[in-house]
């Protein structure tokens, strides 16, 4: 397992959102994670890049546990993390984004090719300012972010939120593209069903802070009835 | 044309002085959203330490160099002991620096007395300028100043450093979980702002009566520079040049107590048109 949490307690004051979640992402395998609005997807993908403190439980990373750890600690063990409305900065040249993506890494300074090779308009757009650029480069850019970092693993939240339909097609068959060639492990949270159906080996359901189902995707897409028992479409 | 000459020059001299006190209060708030209250003691520090290199037989060079490093490591000590605990607690900062700055200045009285020392200048003479003559220390201290910005601004814009400081500025959870240390960054930061308050300090020691008071002189203009200029290194620029201009316009030309009253009126009415100052920038 690359990342495995067990009973990890976590929330905001006084409201644990995450009751106890237990949860195995295998290696080189993109995990899906599915659930209604606010059962704590977000807060589970913040909980993991320590942007929230694990009140309980234990978050283990390729063996050794991160919970605890500061969020610049974890990203230079190897996670990297697209959030929910991406957060680019807005302001910066695209380069100067993808930059910011490799400074607390080895590679300091070094924009690597695969960015580029994925997304080739990043490297046309170089001098462009971020914010200047469409929702669907937008999110090209925060993913090619995180990739210059060269993590092991990819937090993917919503990546198809707030973009055209046939952008997200793209972006989907370019992220399938990456996690086959550079065997990174990624754990999505996305309500596009399509689109998890697509990309993702398995798929876990939360329901209010806890894992409720683990499937194969291929069991998900063989019966969609499991599907829309667990989202309630 | 002499009088316009030498006007021009004292305006430009106050200005500049004003923004090597404002810069580091400008990058040190951007940063860490701290306002540094202590800064016109770090000032008052780096202006000691010229008067004890040169009580114990150094030279006034020697003190202009050692200043910044001595106030850029007791930058350190305080972010360190004090800043770093009361960061994400706005008011606090203000409440911790205000007494970090009654500290110090109480310290130095203990130290040195409540009276003022005079720091030998070095470059006592002209030089002769469009006809007119100007005081050659006085031309040495603008051309630290634009040294001061140039590097800072080469610093902000040409280096990895300051890519991470801009990416922490613009957004300091998104900079940390791509994996920029940010306490790092906010130590090195408050160094570096310290440092040049110390650098500004030992520089106009020789201008001006080196006393515990000393801080607050300067610290209100650069205040006011940000206010009405609207914070970052353009706006500081700006808003301390106006600052810097009227004063010492006015006070050459009147009294200085008159130019105070100016610079005020002029800094209330900048801020009732421009809420935000005059280069107010969006989205902040």
């Known amino acids: 397992m690359m990342l495995a949490l067990d009973d990890v307690r976590s929330g905001y004051g006084d409201s644990m959102v995450l009751k106890g979640v237990t949860l195995s992402v295998a290696a080189g395998q993109v995990t899906a994670l599915l659930g209604r609005n606010g059962m704590g997807k977000s807060t589970l993908m913040r909980t993991i890049m320590g942007l929230l403190p694990a009140r309980h439980g234990v978050i283990a990373f390729n063996g050794a546990a991160i919970n605890g750890l500061r969020p610049d600690q974890i990203s230079n063990r190897g996670i990297a993390f697209v959030p929910q409305g991406r957060e680019i900065f807005m302001d910066f040249t695209v380069e100067e984004n993808l930059l910011l993506g490799t400074l607390g890494k080895p590679t300091a300074g070094y924009i690597p090719n695969l960015v580029f090779e994925h997304f080739p308009i990043l490297d046309e757009r170089r001098r462009q300012i971020a914010g200047t650029m469409s929702g669907g480069q937008q999110q090209q850019l925060a993913i090619g972010r995180a990739l210059a970092g060269r993590p092991k693993m990819l937090l993917l939240d919503e990546p198809s939120e707030g973009i055209q339909p046939s952008i997200v097609e793209q972006i989907a068959a370019t992220l399938k593209a990456i996690a086959d060639k550079e065997k990174l492990t990624i754990l999505l949270v996305e309500q596009n069903v399509e689109m998890v159906l697509d990309m993702a080996g398995a798929c876990a359901f939360i329901e209010n802070g806890r894992i409720v189902a683990t499937h194969e995707a291929n069991a998900l897409r063989a019966d969609e009835r499991l599907i829309h028992r667990y989202l309630g479409l | ?284």
Not at chain 2, 75 to 103: C, K
């Open chain 2, 1 to 284: 044309m002499d009088l316009i000459l030498t006007l021009g020059l004292d305006a430009l001299n106050f200005s500049l002085a004003i923004v090597l006190v404002a810069m580091g209060l400008v990058i040190i708030f951007g940063l860490m959203n701290v306002i540094n209250m202590a800064h016109g003691e770090l000032f008052l520090l780096g202006a000691f330490t010229l008067v004890v290199v040169q009580q114990a037989g150094g030279g006034f060079w020697l003190g202009l160099f050692l200043a910044p490093v001595v106030v850029g490591l007791v930058g350190l000590l305080l972010e360190e002991l004090i800043i770093r605990h009361v960061y994400r607690r706005f008011l606090d900062t203000i409440l911790a620096t205000w007494g970090i700055s009654i500290a110090i200045k109480q310290a130095v009285i203990l130290g040195f007395g409540p009276a003022s020392y005079t720091v030998d200048a070095p470059l006592q003479f002209g030089i002769d300028l469009f006809g007119a003559t100007y005081p050659a220390y006085r031309l040495f201290i603008m051309g630290v100043a634009v040294l001061v910005i140039l590097l800072t601004m080469f610093v902000f814009f040409r280096t990895r450093f300051g890519l991470a400081a801009r990416g922490v500025i613009a957004n300091r959870s998104m900079a940390a979980c791509l994996g920029i240390n940010t306490r790092r960054l906010d130590r090195a930061t408050f160094a570096f702002g310290a440092a040049l308050a110390g650098l500004a300090g030992a520089v106009m020691a020789p201008q001006m009566s080196v006393d515990p008071q000393m801080g607050l002189g300067f610290l209100i203009p650069a205040f006011l520079a940000i206010l009405t200029g609207g914070g970052g290194l353009t706006g500081t620029l700006l808003g301390a040049s106006l600052v810097g201009g009227i004063d010492s316009t006015f006070a050459k030309l009147w009294s200085p107590v008159l130019a105070q009253v100016v610079v005020f009126a002029m800094a209330i009415l900048v801020i009732r048109i421009f809420p935000n100052g005059l280069l107010a920038r969006r989205g902040r």
